[in-house]
């Protein structure tokens, strides 16, 4: 089953305007993670965020974490059309087997 | 440094026939995965290994797949034999460490569609 579950499913945005996506997960976590997928591409990592911060940036991006909700947020601003693709986020879940589980993915797509 | 390499690109098979795919991480990682994406979902882990050992392979279809990382570089992942429902993306990654706190560096996938 997956741990991670993304909001929304699907987001469209205009270049230029900020793009922010949801991860809800279930259990206790050790990391999470966030990847950008292409279509017809492999999976790239963005950030990875531990159990233990509460925010973390990467040029335009800015990732959240709240372990007392259970959640994590991924925001780009200044979008743009090469941000289009599937966002994913992956969580390890705070036992010992350290698998990473990935959730359903937010599709984003920018407009120009 | 070299990116993750898989082959084939595309594959396209009749049930029942059998199918291999092959991964060579990047050089100096010591953990492998294969996942399988089916459209519209996220990877889901098939199997890890440490080096040459398995660590987790509690989602892999062991009547039909079998997979194997040969001293502890390469990689290849097998299908036999395919049903419909094996139609997916499969992904294989690599990273320094295993224990979620490595990011994955992932090939582009062998899509594979059984007809």
């Known amino acids: 089953s997956q741990q991670g579950e993304e909001d929304p499913q699907a987001l469209s945005i205009q270049e230029g305007e900020n793009a922010t996506m949801n991860c809800s997960y279930k259990?206790?976590?050790?990391?999470l993670q966030w990847y950008r997928q292409n279509s017809g591409r492999g999976l790239v990592h963005l950030i990875l965020?531990?159990?233990?911060?509460r925010e973390k940036h990467s040029g335009r991006l800015r990732v959240t974490l709240d372990t007392s909700k259970k959640s994590s947020s991924l925001l780009i601003t200044a979008s743009r059309a090469a941000d289009t693709a599937s966002y994913f986020c992956?969580?390890?879940?705070?036992?010992?087997?350290?698998?990473?589980?990935f959730g359903a993915g937010t599709t984003v797509t920018v407009r120009a | 440094e070299a990116g993750v390499a898989q082959s084939p690109r595309y594959k396209i098979i009749e049930k029942r026939q059998s199918v291999a795919f092959w991964c060579n991480p990047i050089s100096g990682h010591a953990t492998l995965y294969w996942y399988q994406q089916i459209l519209g979902q996220g990877p889901k882990l098939l199997i890890q290994?440490?080096?040459?050992?398995?660590?987790?392979d509690s989602q892999l279809p062991k009547d039909r797949f079998s997979a194997e990382r040969l001293k502890g570089v390469d990689s290849t992942l097998k299908i036999q034999p395919a049903k419909l429902e094996d139609s997916a993306v499969y992904l294989c990654?690599?990273?320094?460490?295993?224990?979620?706190?490595?990011?994955?560096?992932f090939g582009n996938g062998t899509r594979l569609t059984v007809t």
């Open positions: 990654a690599s990273s320094l460490g295993g224990l979620g706190n490595s990011p994955l560096h």
């Open positions: 965020i531990r159990s233990n911060e």
């Open positions: 259990t206790s976590i050790n990391n």
């Open positions: 992956a969580t390890d879940a705070d036992r010992n087997d350290y698998k990473l589980s």
């Open positions: 290994f440490q080096n040459n050992g398995v660590v987790d």
